[in-house]
C-alpha cells in the first residue's frame, strides 16, 4: 500500500496525538506508514508514530485466539506486499514535502489612506474660538425660535383647522415632534457653548419672545415655518466648514441634517414638489442674521449678545406667496416652477441705521462704498449676478431680470429653483459657498428669500 506525502505527514502527526481515526488502522498498515514516514518526514516522527503504535497494541491484546490466527494469516499472506510496498516508498524519487512552519510577521492594521484631520484627538466637543462660540450662539437663537414658533402653530389653531389644510392627527403629531427634536439641537448647542440650564419643557433657558407674522390660516403658519427653517439650515451648512471645533461640528451637523428634513416636510405640508434642487444652498451668519433678527422681540438679561452683522432690509414686492396657490399636502407633487427665467422682479431695500432684534439692541449696517449696482443669486453652488436698474427718481427701489442659468452648464439642472437668496450689492466678485463671506464688504441690503418652484 501507497500513501501520499500529505497523507504520511498527517498520519504521522495524528499519531502523536492519540488520534482514533488513525488507531482504527490494522498493523500492517502502520508498518508501511512508518517506512513510509522514515523516508518523507525523518526518524523524529517515525520513532512516534513506533512508540504510539506500540501504546495501541497493549491495549488490544486480550483479543481471541481465532482473530489472532486470522491476524497471523492475513499477516502472512501479505508480507510480501507490505515489503514491496516499503521497498516502493523507500527507493521513491518523489519529492520530499514541504512542511510550512507558522513565521511572526507584523500584526494585521487598519486599511487607512494617509491624509484626514482629528484621528489622534481626543474629542472635547466645546468650542475653541469667538468664531465657534458665535456661531452656535447664533444656531442656539435659531433652535429656540423653532422650538417656539412649532409650539406656537398647535397652539393657535385647532385640530379641525389642520385638518381643513390637509394635515391630519398624524401630521400635528409629526409637527409636535419635531418641536421636541428642537429641544435635543437647543440642548445640544448649549452643551458645547458651555451653557448650564432646563432645555426641555414649556420655558426652556433663554428662550425670547418672538413677532411672529399675523398667521391667518394654517397655510401662513406652514409656509413661514417653511421660510425659518430654510435659512436656518443654510446658515448653518455655512460655517460648519471653518469652526475650528470640528469635533463640535461634526454633532452640528448631524443636528443640521434634521433641519433640513423638517424644512422638506413643510414644502410637501405646502403640496410642493419636496426637494427642487440638486445641492443645499448654504449662507453666512451675517445673512442668517439678517433675516433671523427681526422676528426676536425681546431676550432674556442672561442672554449673550449676537456678534454678527445685520444687512438693510430687501423686500421682494412682487414674490409669489406658496398658500394662494391653494395646493393640498402631499408628499410630492409635479408642481411647475412659479416663477421664470426673462420675468421681471421688483426689489424695495431700507437704508442702513434702522433697529433690528431683541429690544432693538442692533442696528443694521452696510460696508459697500459703492453704488447699489447688481442682484446677486445665491443658489446650489454658484452666484450669479444680474444687473440692477435703479427706478428714477428713487435711490432704494429698483428691478432686474430673472436669470437662466444651469448649475453644471448646459443640460444639467436649473440653478435657481426651490427658494433662492438675493441680495443688493456694488461689485460683481466672483465666490463660492466656501469663500462666499467675500461678498460681504459688498451688500447693500438683503438678503431676501425668493420663490421659484
Avoid at 327 to 344: C, D, F, H, L, M
Wanted: aromatic share 10%; with cysteine.
Amino acid at each position: 500500500m501507497r500513501f501520499s506525502p500529505t497523507f504520511q505527514v498527517l498520519a504521522a502527526a495524528l499519531l502523536v496525538e492519540g488520534s482514533p481515526v488513525v488507531q482504527e488502522l490494522d498493523r500492517r498498515q502502520v508498518t508501511s506508514l512508518v517506512n513510509a514516514a522514515t523516508s518523507a518526514i525523518g526518524s523524529v516522527i517515525a520513532s512516534a508514530v513506533t512508540t504510539q503504535f506500540t501504546s495501541i497494541t497493549a491495549t488490544s491484546s486480550a483479543t481471541s485466539d481465532s482473530s489472532s490466527a486470522t491476524s497471523s494469516a492475513a499477516t502472512s499472506a501479505t508480507s510480501s506486499a507490505v515489503s514491496s510496498s516499503s521497498a516502493a516508498a523507500t527507493s521513491s524519487q518523489s519529492p520530499s514535502p514541504t512542511i510550512v512552519t507558522p513565521t511572526s510577521g507584523p500584526k494585521p492594521t487598519l486599511i487607512k489612506p494617509s491624509g484626514g484631520i482629528g484621528f489622534n484627538e481626543t474629542p472635547t466637543y466645546l468650542v475653541k474660538s469667538d468664531f465657534d462660540y458665535q456661531s452656535l450662539n447664533l444656531g442656539l437663537h435659531q433652535e429656540l425660535i423653532e422650538l417656539d414658533l412649532f409650539h406656537h402653530g398647535l397652539a393657535t389653531f385647532s385640530s379641525a383647522q389642520f385638518q381643513e389644510a390637509g394635515l391630519g392627527p398624524e401630521e400635528q403629531y409629526l409637527l409636535q415632534f419635531m418641536a421636541e427634536q428642537e429641544e435635543g439641537h437647543a440642548q445640544l448647542v448649549a452643551n458645547m457653548m458651555g451653557f448650564e440650564g432646563n432645555w426641555t419643557g414649556p420655558e426652556p433657558s433663554y428662550q425670547c419672545q418672538y413677532n411672529y407674522p399675523n398667521f391667518t390660516s394654517v397655510r401662513d403658519f406652514i409656509e413661514f415655518s417653511r421660510q425659518i427653517t430654510r435659512f436656518g439650515e443654510s446658515g448653518t451648512i455655512g460655517f460648519l466648514g471653518h469652526m475650528d471645533a470640528q469635533d463640535s461640528a461634526s454633532l452640528i451637523n448631524d443636528a443640521i441634517q434634521t433641519e433640513g428634513r423638517q424644512q422638506m416636510i413643510f414644502r410637501q405640508f405646502s403640496g410642493l414638489f419636496p426637494m427642487p434642487f440638486w445641492f443645499t444652498t448654504s449662507i453666512t451668519q451675517s445673512m442668517q442674521w439678517t433675516l433671523l433678527a427681526p422676528y426676536i422681540a425681546s431676550c432674556p438679561a442672561s442672554s449673550p449678545g449676537v456678534a454678527w452683522t445685520a444687512f438693510p432690509t430687501l423686500e421682494i414686492d412682487n414674490n409669489p406667496y406658496w398658500p394662494d396657490l391653494n395646493n393640498q399636502a402631499a408628499i410630492s407633487k409635479n408642481e411647475s416652477t412659479v416663477t421664470y427665467p426673462g420675468r421681471q422682479v421688483n426689489f424695495t431695500w431700507h437704508a442702513a441705521g434702522e433697529k433690528t432684534g431683541w429690544n432693538a439692541s442692533y442696528e443694521t449696517v452696510t460696508y459697500a462704498t459703492g453704488e447699489p449696482k447688481y442682484v446677486a443669486w445665491i443658489s446650489q453652488l454658484n452666484t450669479t449676478y444680474t444687473p440692477l436698474t435703479v427706478n428714477n427718481g428713487s435711490n432704494n427701489t429698483g428691478y432686474t431680470i430673472q436669470p437662466f442659468e444651469s448649475v453644471y452648464g448646459a443640460g444639467t439642472t436649473p440653478l435657481l429653483n426651490g427658494t433662492v437668496y438675493c441680495l443688493i450689492t456694488d461689485e460683481a466678485i466672483p465666490v463660492t459657498p466656501y469663500n462666499l463671506s467675500l461678498i460681504e464688504g459688498h451688500v447693500l441690503a438683503g438678503p431676501a428669500l425668493y420663490n421659484i418652484g
